[in-house]
RNA sequence: GUGGGUAUAGUCAAGUGGUUAAGACACAUGGUUGUGGUCCAUGCAUGCGUGGGUUCGAGUCCCACUACCCACCCCA
């Protein structure tokens, strides 16, 4: 009997009363990426399974343990998009997009799942606002990715947000300071946790950034990924840092930093709060210049981010951001009787036509039952309609804040009310 | 998957084994047969997440389960 008034675990409804937050960042993001010259794609929510495996890379946590994998009436292995990349990538080479401009620039807004315990900061299905450059090897495009998630995180007032960057190398020298790391590692093996014993093998990378005290000790007199990288990494990650600098984007070098998802290569960054939880990064991403290979398709290179909505959300009520309050309703009409109904839906028609935000009872109110229903909706004026208004076709205008009222002919009652955002 | 915390009305809650389970907000009706928000009056949990147990007696103690929250892990 709970189970229907309860939405399952990790999902969240987004209320009519916290809607208009999530307008706002859309409007925001929206207007932010076209600025930046980036086109909105929309992909499906379920992709086959093994774009994800090939994609995210099959020894992931997410692949492994966290997909929403189900077999359909048709035999295929179909997966809930647990982040956005994939899709925009298999889209890409689906849609022959690589036949038009290079770089192809996108941005989207998507739901993703993944079956994890919940905690705050984290749900089973959560949304993220994304872009992806497909098609260019050079770093300013790794560098205009990073600005648009800057300017925007800014243009909303959110000041604590730092951002932290890296270079995760690439598969000439990614397996090289892997290899560095392990000997480094095998020399304190005992010491380390038991989960970074498991990585020590599986991703010896991930023990970098453990929050174990003994492990993190470890890890500050590792090598470092940064001293490790191949002369072209090198090269890219100053290049990266010169395209910031010329962005005007403050960022800090964090070598800790390491993406859990297989397609990373080079790029890594992050936007992380300290004051939302353990779940601090608002947003995440870095360059992956195979991951198109890897699909099937030719050696175009990549970078992008996803942007997690909910943690953005409460980033921004954690430092007091405004966010722009929803309309409120312009007019109720108010009738006085069943004779003056049918006057008060023609006005209340041409009070919408008008483009006013208006309200008639449809309940059955009395007057009073009206008035007070106005003040619920927090409606800022009351337009009432009795008797007399019918004789001399004038509606009595009531300012709900200020309780004057005046008479104005029905045509004129649009502009009377006025519009007020 | 592993830990820790919480569970009393629509909401926030008081209650620390003993008569009828505080209070506030919200809501409903009335005070006003053409005027809301303010004010006043009245109403609003035979019930304390669910199921067992201990006890003369359980919201209060014990056990199990469930849900939510937080943390690990992982990541947005």
Redesign the pocket.
């Known amino acids: 009997m709970t189970m229907l008034t309860?939405a399952p675990?990790g999902t969240k409804d987004i209320l009519p009363g916290d809607v208009y937050k999530w307008q706002y960042l859309e409007r925001k993001f929206r207007e932010i990426a076209a600025g930046y010259g980036f086109l909105e794609i929309r992909t499906p929510v379920i992709e086959h399974t093994e774009l994800f495996e090939r994609g995210i890379g099959g020894a992931?946590?997410?692949v492994e343990k966290q997909m929403y994998t189900f077999e359909d009436y048709g035999g295929r292995s179909i997966t809930l998009r647990p982040?956005g990349t994939a899709g925009a990538a298999r889209a890409y080479l689906e849609g022959k997009l690589y036949a038009g401009v290079r770089p192809a620039k996108y941005w989207y807004e998507t739901s993703c799942f993944?079956y994890?315990?919940?905690?705050?900061?984290?749900?089973r299905e959560?949304h993220?606002f994304g872009v992806e450059n497909f098609g260019s090897h050079d770093m300013l495009a790794d560098a205009e990715v990073i600005a648009l998630a800057d300017e925007f995180l800014r243009g909303l007032g959110v000041a604590e947000l730092s951002l932290r960057i890296n270079s995760i190398g690439c598969p000439v020298c990614r397996p090289v300071y892997r290899k560095q790391l392990m000997e480094y590692l095998s020399g304190h093996y005992d010491a380390l946790c038991d989960?970074c014993k498991s990585?020590y093998e599986k991703n010896p990378l991930?023990v970098l950034d453990?929050?174990?005290p003994v492990c993190q000790g470890i890890a500050a007199g590792a090598p470092v990924m940064l001293d490790a990288l191949c002369a072209e990494c090198a090269e890219d990650f100053a290049a990266l840092q010169t395209g910031l600098n010329a962005f005007g984007v403050g960022f800090e070098i964090d070598p800790m930093i390491v993406?859990?998802?297989d397609y990373y290569t080079k790029t890594a960054f992050?936007f992380v709060s300290d004051r939302i939880?353990?779940?601090g990064?608002?947003?995440?991403g870095g360059r992956y210049d195979h991951l198109i290979r890897e699909l099937g398709g030719d050696d175009v290179p990549g970078v992008g981010f996803?942007?997690?909505i909910?943690?953005l959300l409460l980033v921004l009520s954690e430092s007091g951001a405004e966010i722009p309050a929803a309309r409120r309703p312009d007019a109720l009409v108010v009738f006085?009787n069943e004779e003056a109904r049918g006057e008060a839906l023609r006005l209340v028609k041409s009070l919408r036509g008008a483009g006013l935000i208006a309200e008639i009872d449809t309940a059955g109110r009395n007057?009073?039952g009206q008035?007070?229903y106005?003040?619920?909706i927090g409606a800022r004026c009351?337009a009432?309609l009795?008797?007399?208004?019918l004789r001399s076709r004038e509606a009595?205008v009531?300012n709900?804040?200020t309780?004057e009222?005046v008479r104005v002919r029905f045509e004129d009652a649009a502009s009377a009310i006025g519009r007020r955002d």
Do not use: H, I, N, Y
């Open positions: 309860q675990k992931t946590d997410v982040e993944r994890e315990k919940p905690q705050s900061g984290r749900l959560f993220q989960t990585r991930r453990c929050k174990s993406r859990g998802l992050e939880g353990a779940q990064t608002v947003c995440g996803g942007m997690g909910e943690r006085l007057m009073k008035f007070k106005a003040d619920r009351c009432v009795g008797e007399e208004e009595t009531k709900m804040e309780g009222q």
